[in-house]
């Protein structure tokens, strides 16, 4: 602090203004306010980042990844977001994650977050159903494949299923349960899964009614059938019994029990 400033010091005199007539002094500028005024706003609206993101915003670590921060340029898609979701889901789990997190981490606020997503369910609804997506656009080449009888689509199908929810309880035990939580949390899109996956279904036992290899009067009941009778091979309550060494024997003898039950 300059000297004389504190206690007990002498106080500098106080400089006035220069006085108008009668020594008054002048009346201030309109003119010259309005403009003042207008440069200190517009100051800080330079100085104030982008509405929705937050400039300088460092990448916040996440799992084994990193989730960056969103430039200035960036532009925010839900895709980005669902990702981010899908990374702070992963560290933080179902019941401690915020949009807060996932605003956090793209380097936004969580208002930008809700411009595409009206709540935090929908968010969770959005996630998990991009999670489930996965799977059936994975089993989709399998049914929509133009090479292969229908009993050969039928036992890829089955396995292509059944590895994939392996794949995801093994590799990634973390965002598996975490998705399992969801799951409960979001049935409307759950149910819509379970019928994208039975309507692949119907297609190929339909494919094999046309060719002479099933005989079944009505796919539709019969590909649900088949998708109960291989629950235990994909439903995730089952999750833990698919790392026992007999699993995949097991495995294989439904799927020729059904095989068989379905040649014409």
């Given at each position: 602090m300059p000297?004389?400033?504190g206690?007990g010091?002498s106080?500098?005199?106080?400089?006035?203004?220069?006085?108008?007539?009668?020594?008054?002094?002048?009346r201030?500028?309109?003119?010259?306010a309005?403009a003042?005024?207008?440069r200190?706003?517009?100051?800080?609206?330079?100085?104030?980042?982008?509405?929705?993101?937050?400039?300088?915003?460092?990448?916040?670590?996440?799992?084994e990844?990193?989730?960056?921060?969103?430039?200035?340029?960036?532009?925010?898609?839900?895709?980005?977001?669902?990702?981010?979701?899908?990374?702070?889901?992963?560290?933080f789990?179902?019941?401690?994650?915020?949009?807060?997190?996932?605003?956090?981490?793209?380097?936004?606020?969580h208002g930008?977050?809700y411009?595409?997503?009206?709540?935090?369910a929908?968010?969770?609804?959005a996630?998990?159903?991009?999670?489930?997506?996965?799977t059936?656009?994975?089993?989709?080449?399998?049914?929509?494949?133009?090479?292969?009888?229908?009993?050969?689509?039928?036992?890829s199908?089955?396995?292509?299923?059944?590895?994939?929810?392996?794949?995801k309880a093994?590799?990634?035990?973390?965002?598996?349960?975490?998705?399992?939580v969801?799951?409960?949390?979001?049935?409307?899109?759950?149910?819509?899964?379970?019928v994208?996956?039975?309507?692949?279904?119907?297609?190929?036992?339909?494919?094999?009614?046309?060719?002479?290899?099933?005989?079944?009067?009505?796919?539709?009941?019969t590909?649900?059938?088949?998708?109960?009778?291989?629950?235990?091979f994909?439903?995730?309550?089952?999750?833990?019994?698919?790392?026992?060494?007999?699993?995949?024997?097991?495995?294989r003898?439904?799927?020729?029990?059904l095989?068989?039950?379905l040649?014409?």
């Open positions: 000297s004389g400033s206690h010091g106080r500098p005199a106080r400089s006035s203004p220069a006085a108008g007539p009668r020594g008054r002094p002048p201030p500028d309109p003119a010259g309005a003042d005024t207008g200190a706003v517009a100051g800080r609206r330079a100085a104030r980042p982008g509405r929705g993101v937050s400039a300088a915003a460092p990448a916040v670590s996440v799992g990844g990193t989730v960056g921060a969103m430039s200035t340029t960036e532009t925010l898609s839900a895709d980005r977001i669902l990702e981010a979701t899908e990374e702070v889901l992963r560290r789990g179902p019941s401690k994650a915020t949009v807060v997190d996932v605003a956090r981490a793209l380097g936004v606020s930008s977050v411009r595409h997503f009206r709540t935090k929908a968010l969770r609804e996630v998990t159903a991009r999670w489930l997506g996965r059936e656009e994975l089993l989709s080449g399998i049914t929509e494949g133009p090479a292969g009888s229908a009993e050969e689509k039928l036992r199908w089955l396995s292509c299923l059944f590895e994939a929810k392996r794949h093994g590799d990634d035990p973390e965002l598996f349960a975490t998705y399992a969801l799951i409960t949390e979001t049935s409307g899109v759950v149910d819509e899964h379970l994208v996956l039975v309507s692949q279904l119907t297609r190929i036992i339909e494919q094999g009614v046309r060719g002479g290899e099933f005989g079944a009067p009505d796919p539709v009941s590909a649900q059938a088949v998708f109960d009778a291989t629950a235990r994909h439903d995730p309550v089952f999750a833990r019994e698919w790392r026992r060494p007999a699993i995949d024997d097991e495995f003898a439904v799927c020729e029990l095989l068989r039950g040649r014409a």
